[in-house]
């Protein structure tokens, strides 16, 4: 599967932007698609999940209540919508894919995006 990310940028405290991911090449409704992150130093983390097939999602409890993962399945495509942004969530952004069930099952995402960068002041 191919993941193409697209919405990063630099934002304020407090403000909000919009990741898309876009998924071709393996049948977009049998997989989960997630996001998660790398900051500088740090290791890579997950932020959200989502189920294409039944839509379940799964968050880390710091982003609870501030992202909303989200899908268009006619458009292949996840959305991470992230409101009411902290310094804190200033990373790459990654966007990543794995067949079947057990969306959060993060170890098990097998296909990576090439990133996008979520600046957060």
């Known amino acids: 599967v191919q993941l193409v990310e697209s919405g990063g940028g630099s934002v304020q405290a407090g403000g909000s932007l919009r990741l898309s991911c876009v998924a071709t090449?393996?049948?977009?409704?049998?997989?989960?698609i997630a996001w998660f992150r790398q900051a500088p130093g740090k290791e890579r983390e997950d932020v959200a999940g989502?189920?294409?097939?039944?839509?379940?999602?799964y968050y880390r409890d710091s982003v609870k209540g501030r992202f909303t993962i989200s899908r268009d399945n006619a458009k292949n495509t996840v959305y991470l919508q992230m409101d009411a942004l902290k310094p804190e969530d200033t990373a790459v952004y990654y966007c990543?894919?794995?067949?079947?069930?057990?969306?959060?099952?993060?170890?098990?995402?097998?296909?990576w995006g090439q990133g996008t960068q979520v600046t957060v002041s």
């Open positions: 090449g393996y049948p977009y409704d049998r997989q989960c």
């Open positions: 990543a894919a794995k067949e079947g069930y057990g969306c959060n099952r993060w170890s098990a995402y097998n296909s």
């Open positions: 989502i189920s294409t097939i039944a839509g379940n999602t």
